[in-house]
């Protein structure tokens, strides 16, 4: 039976979609192809998928429920991973009708799609490591509270949390989050600091480091994450003993904080380029630290991360080079 993933010419759903279709699935993808970034990256991820056996694309706005229904009408879709979405935790300050949109109506959309099918065995939708706000305790954990958002773009992503457990409550839809660290690799967003900082340092340009560079992330290698979100999606939850909906949230990330310096230095070297560093203040919306306890997700799912910086830097920058031909 054929898979529905939304955002499908966006970074995490193009991999997806070329895993699933590599495993033998058929995947009807959706995705508006907005210009938050440069469509060109989106138009070449689909490319790459068009013409191949099992991959179907319609171009929507997930958010227009009349449209979404006639995606996917008669094909019989029993799972859903739900990726597109507004990202960026900058931008939901300069746009914040955006994120409403696409978030929060689009996340509806998705779920009032899923009570409409029959014999859904899964819907798998991105959260975002952003939930976790400015909470001190690390690593961050599913169990911890994360009610204190400290952006807009988090204020939606843990309001899609809530959502699909209410939903998983009043229609048994089995439903899972994933709160994803910070993704970088081949095919990546032009918006996330790999990108930005591999990019500005081919150019010889300056990059823009806040909070004085005494920054550290969990980056997670694009890899990594897609065969989290495939174990996931062939893991759907069940009820609990207690009467608690077939709902879960996890972490998916490399269980490591990394220092931002530490990734600038690796980018250096993958280039052959010293990097032109300008330090400023930390942004607003933005955090210090990020660091993500997986032991659920490795429990539940078998998730095994294995690709540190060391390795994915150098291979996402050989992927720039290729692309941009430099």
Avoid at 10 to 39: K, T
Avoid at 180 to 196: E, K, L, Q, S
Wanted: proline share 6%; hydrophobic share 40%.
């Amino acid at each position: 039976m054929p898979v529905l993933v939304t955002g499908a010419a966006g970074f995490i759903g193009f991999h997806v979609s070329r895993a699933l279709l590599d495993r033998g699935e058929s995947v009807v993808g959706v995705d508006n192809l907005n210009d938050y970034y440069d469509p060109t990256l989106k138009a070449a991820r689909l490319a790459e998928l068009e013409g191949r056996e099992g991959f179907a694309f319609r171009k929507l706005d997930i958010a227009d429920q009349g449209a979404l229904a006639a995606a996917v009408e008669g094909r019989g879709i029993d799972r859903v991973v739900h990726l597109a979405a507004q990202a960026g935790v900058r931008y939901s300050i300069e746009n914040p009708a955006a994120y409403i949109r696409s978030n929060i109506d689009g996340h509806f959309a998705i779920l009032e799609l899923c009570r409409g099918f029959e014999g859904l065995r899964h819907l798998v939708y991105a959260s975002s490591s952003s939930v976790y706000g400015g909470n001190t305790k690390q690593p961050f954990s599913v169990e911890d509270r994360v009610d204190s958002p400290i952006s807009l773009y988090a204020a939606t992503k843990k309001a899609d949390e809530l959502m699909s457990h209410c939903y998983s409550h009043l229609y048994e839809i089995p439903a899972t989050g994933l709160r994803f660290f910070t993704v970088y690799g081949p095919w990546g967003r032009p918006d996330m600091a790999a990108f930005i900082f591999t990019r500005a340092i081919i150019r010889g340009e300056p990059i823009r480091v806040f909070n004085d560079g005494d920054m550290q992330r969990d980056f997670t290698f694009i890899d990594d994450i897609v065969a989290g979100v495939l174990a996931c999606l062939d893991s759907p939850p069940v009820k609990d003993p207690a009467g608690g909906p077939a709902h879960k949230v996890y972490n998916l990330g490399n269980n490591r904080a990394e220092p931002l310096m530490r990734m600038i230095r690796l980018i250096e070297e993958a280039t052959q380029r010293r990097a032109e560093i300008q330090y400023a203040p930390m942004q607003p919306g933005d955090v210090r630290a990020t660091y993500a306890d997986i032991d659920a997700s490795r429990r539940d799912f078998g998730f095994d991360p294995h690709v540190r910086i060391d390795e994915g830097i150098p291979r996402f920058v050989d992927w720039y080079k290729d692309f941009h031909g430099v």
